[in-house]
């Protein structure tokens, strides 16, 4: 091997350090808060794996655990296919092009807990455009503050709001990555606009829209600042994410060992399904 | 008086004394040093909460990394190959897919039977095992 080689490593130095100190240490005080107990003023108590085992039996966790199933689960099976309609209805070439990238481009630039404080005095049922227009003008009952289902609509609608421009965005990048001759030789045998799509257009796209999904189940899977804000978890406990009853056990009851041994729960699934996605990624590459 | 003084010498007394046993006037006093625990704060004044038993857990993980690092420098390619499960795997993957699945083995045996980890502990050990020979 050319000793040449090895001096990446040293370019890679200053990023390891970095990850080292903002993920890496906190990670290792993680694991030792979720063994152990304490009341503050750096005193701990040895805890052994309580946290783990009643955590994994409560049913808080598990409610709480599949709400997020169902929060992620609900926004990819909308923003996938929704993001593919809109980027193969987006013109190639023409004036438009930037005029709708930078449309498309402008929910993603809102900050996080802007979008969540817009949706929610938008969907206020007295004071919000869309609230006031559904409760009073056309006598819809809907209301995000008292109705469960309607503050379900509300969190999936406004997820798709602001993300499903990333899955867009990607997806156009695959199309037009794609040479005209393909199109050309399909249009020679008479393909159809289905086939076009079926045997051209998505293998092309398999890789973008692999790391769409993947980079939406992570976001979505670790999702605080958005649900938070709109509607605070509520009403009851009926959009409290994983991320939100994680939150409120750490900063709220101050439960530093469960909230890390929950932490942990919560890295080790989001690791396992980045590993799977990653492994489908690169499986065809390495043939 | 004399009631007073038999008080004093058959209920008082006894009982300061079985209280100073029980540690009652010592609350001050520096506690009496213990042996090695692996559960103790390991350094009290930190902030990260270590103790002996987490540290050794770590020292495993960044010890096998240090290894498969050694073994990788001594003969490069990752010893790649493909494996029963239809990838093609490195060293480090299959220390990541050992690890990985251990921790699924052992959540998974918490949540269901509880401790202790002997059993899981031992599955573990038989899929790192398999991960390295087959995987």
New interface residues.
Partial sequence: ?KRDYQKGWFFVLPVLILVAFNAL?PM??V???S??E?FGD???F?Q??DW??QL??SDRFHAALGRQFLFTGMILAIEVPLGIIIALSMPRQGPWVPVCLVLMALPMLIPWNVVGAMWNIFTLPDIGLLGYLMNHTLGIPYDMTQNPTAAWITIITMDVWHWTSLVVLLAYAGLVSIPDAYYQAAKIDGASGWSVFRYIQLPKMKTVLTIAILLRFMDSFNIYTEPFVLTGGGPGNSTTLLSIDLVKIALGQFDLGPAAAMSL?YF?IT??VS?VFY?LMT?DD?? | MIRCISFILTVLLPLASAAQASGWGSVGAEPEPKGFSWTDPLWPEFWMAWTPATLVVFIGIFTAMAVITVIEIRSPGGAERRGILGLTTTRGDRLFISLLGSVYIFLAWLGIVGTPLWIPLGLAMLWATFCFWKV
């Fill in positions: 091997m240490v290792m005080t694991v030792n808060y063994v152990q304490t750096n005193i701990f040895w052994g794996l783990f085992e994994l039996r729960i080790a690791l396992l590993w492994t499986k390495a043939k």
